[in-house]
């Protein structure tokens, strides 16, 4: 056992480092720059006592830590002068992302434009629209045909041939900032594809490369673990394991062509960083990591959310502060609340996905009842000083009922029968229902399916039922009021519906979420700016949503705080600002609903509602609200 106390430990590796460095003429001037030394002093010893606990038996775990702060310090000498002022500048705005200004779009770069030279097209749009955060879904080299929409990986550092080059991205990230907007990428890091050099080179029984994924000789292990694991694709393949042609298994928690890199190998976590810090590089602002909840593995666990996976991501965070300074981290955990919320620190992941509230603003729409998003705006939205949620509609994904059975009882529901009845409801088979959605591997061993679709598919528009648009309206005006960042889907802000043409591509039929992913609606598009058509509305009524979010400084960051409205169908959260306070009220029924003026007491006379502009006396006769309206009432 080591006498030494950590920190006398980290000292003791760190003059062992600084030894080692010295000897190379690399290592010499790595060392020069005062800048990148007073940054590794600050953060090495997190690194240090991560690796200590993670590797600290392993005889490589001093020579990998060289290797580590060597590929650091060689990493910040390339990046670019450029790259290194937006450091400089975020150093002195280091809460950029919290401001009211930002709003979020999200798009693949083949079907919304292409390729990469087209989305440089499109910058002009994005800057009507007012995004200043562009995520560009994954568009490295990847198999082919199959590759779960680029999230199998096969090289971190080529472009998917067809989209464009790395030269290409290097640019287009230039020209997004410029335009003042940042670059957003997935960090595809709990697994690769099977076609990634790595795990070829796994296939063909190179021992080192085995070492990299979770690879065992016979079904032994791979049973044992399966008796705690949850299956993640089951129409792809049941448990967690696949068989390779040499009849090996390996770990593939998603599709059989993803296998899952082994975090317990030093050797994997320093590979992985060089193609991060090679990433920032290329210009990402902000890398979204991806699938986070199942990097580490433990025999007799689910292997979801362990305490292993947060040192990780502090690891690979403190990389970043050292390296690249300004790059932050977006969590993208899909499971319980109670787990979301551990990802979110200013130290690990500074913005996270608001799964459990985009959720609960559909739950909430098919049921005229805002119990479970008041529940959950009360409860769950209190998340680290400094962090921020990014709050969508919905994504590239599926949508999963993650809401907490015990939140769900306290109020009288039975979680299970519940998630029946929106699986019903939004694939309509429920009478009444306006959603025309898609499941997404129904497991009829488990009874779980989660729902694919457009925004506007669910909301009704493609059943062409009343209140479809002023449903979206409603959702997206929650995703901009609650406090972080927005993210539209782009092509929701002019109601782009379902795309069934996935079926007639076998590559593709067999994931329903391609339905929730369909191309770049060019005649939508061109009505935008038509007041009567139904694609001029829904944008009218997206820009009318930004251009106030941009203007009222209650709504940055920070977090909505609970308001009690007394009627089950209005949502009521409120956004202390510095000076003024804005009361958001959103009314879920498709009917006129009512507030008594009770509610108001002890509050101003008067309001002005932001969203129509009119004053509003709260005393009087309380509040009347149309179908799906909301008010943004300042005080
Ligand atoms: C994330 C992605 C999803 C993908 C999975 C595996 O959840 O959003 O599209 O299938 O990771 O990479």
Not at 138 to 155: C, E, I, M
Not at 162 to 187: F, H, N, P, Q
Not at 546 to 553: A, P, Y
Request: net charge negative; hydrophobic share 40%; proline share 5%.
């Amino acid at each position: 056992m080591n006498s030494l106390s950590i920190e006398q430990q980290a000292r003791a590796a760190r003059a062992y480092i600084l030894q080692e460095l010295r000897k190379t003429e690399d290592g010499v001037s790595i060392l020069k720059d005062k800048d990148f030394s007073a940054r590794l002093d600050t953060n090495f010893i997190t690194i240090f006592a991560i690796f200590a606990e993670l590797y600290g038996y392993r005889h490589d775990c001093l020579d990998q830590l060289v290797d580590l702060i060597t590929m650091c310090g060689k990493s910040w000498q390339d990046r670019s002068p450029d790259l290194q002022r937006v450091d400089k500048q975020r150093e002195l705005d280091p809460e950029w992302y919290l401001s009211n200004q930002m709003l979020g779009g999200v798009c693949y770069v083949d079907r919304y434009a292409g390729s990469l030279a087209g989305i440089k097209k499109r910058i002009p749009y994005f800057k009507e629209l007012g995004l200043t955060y562009l995520h560009l879904m994954p568009l490295f080299a990847a198999p082919q045909p199959l590759n779960d929409g680029g999230y199998a990986v096969s090289s971190y550092r080529d472009v998917q041939p067809g989209l464009g080059t790395i030269e290409e991205l290097r640019d287009l990230a230039t020209e997004l900032r410029k335009a003042g907007i940042s670059l957003v990428l997935d960090l595809v890091f709990n697994h690769t594809s099977n076609e990634h050099r790595w795990a070829k080179k796994a296939a063909e029984g190179d021992p080192e490369h085995s070492a990299m994924y979770w690879i065992f000789p016979d079904r032994n292990v791979p049973s044992a673990f399966e008796r705690s694991t949850r299956e993640i694709f089951p129409d792809d393949h049941p448990g967690s394991f696949i068989q390779l042609p040499d009849g090996r298994f390996v770990w593939s928690t998603f599709y059989h062509f993803q296998w899952d890199l082994n975090y317990s190998n030093p050797a994997v976590f320093r590979a992985m960083a060089g193609e991060m810090l090679y990433l920032a590089n290329v210009g990402v602002d902000l890398f979204r990591m991806d699938a986070v909840a199942f990097m580490w593995k433990q025999m007799n666990t689910d292997c979801e959310n362990l305490p292993e996976v947060h040192k990780l991501l502090r690891a690979f965070n403190a990389l970043c502060r050292i390296a690249a300074p300004s790059v932050l981290f977006k969590s993208e955990a899909i499971v319980h609340p109670d787990f979301v919320v551990q990802y979110i620190d200013r130290y690990e992941c500074q913005l996270s996905y608001n799964p459990l509230q985009m959720a609960l603003t559909w739950e909430a729409l098919a049921t005229r009842d805002v119990s479970m998003l008041s529940q959950a705006i009360e409860r769950r939205h209190n998340i680290a000083r400094g962090c921020a949620w990014v709050n969508y509609v919905r994504s590239h994904d599926d949508i999963g009922w993650t809401f907490s059975d015990e939140d769900a009882e306290e109020l009288g529901k039975d979680g299970r029968n519940h998630r029946k009845f929106l699986n019903a409801f939004f694939v309509n088979r429920h009478p009444g229902s306006f959603a025309r959605g898609v499941p997404f591997q129904d497991n009829p061993k488990t009874g779980d399916c989660r729902i694919s679709g457009t925004t506007a598919s669910l909301a009704g528009l493609e059943s062409m039922q009343d209140h479809a648009i002023e449903r979206i309206l409603l959702a997206y005006s929650i995703a901009m009021s609650t406090g972080g960042i927005p993210l539209i889907y782009l092509g929701d802000e002019v109601g782009q519906l379902n795309d069934y043409s996935y079926l007639n591509d076998p590559a593709k039929m067999d994931d329903s979420r391609w339905v929730n992913r369909p191309w770049y609606p060019e005649q939508r598009y061109a009505e935008r700016h038509d007041a009567n058509s139904i694609p001029g509305k829904i944008y009218a009524g997206m820009k009318h949503l930004i251009s106030l979010r941009k203007n009222t400084e209650e709504l940055a960051g920070g977090r909505a705080i609970g308001f009690y409205t007394g009627n089950p169908a209005i949502l009521g959260y409120q956004r202390p600002g510095a000076k003024s306070s804005v009361l958001c009220l959103c009314n879920f029924s498709d009917e006129a609903q009512w507030i008594g003026r009770d509610r108001f007491m002890g509050m101003p006379a008067e309001a002005k509602d932001l969203i129509d502009g009119y004053m509003i006396n709260l005393r009087n006769a309380g509040i009347h609200m149309k179908p799906h309206q909301f008010l943004w009432l300042r005080f």
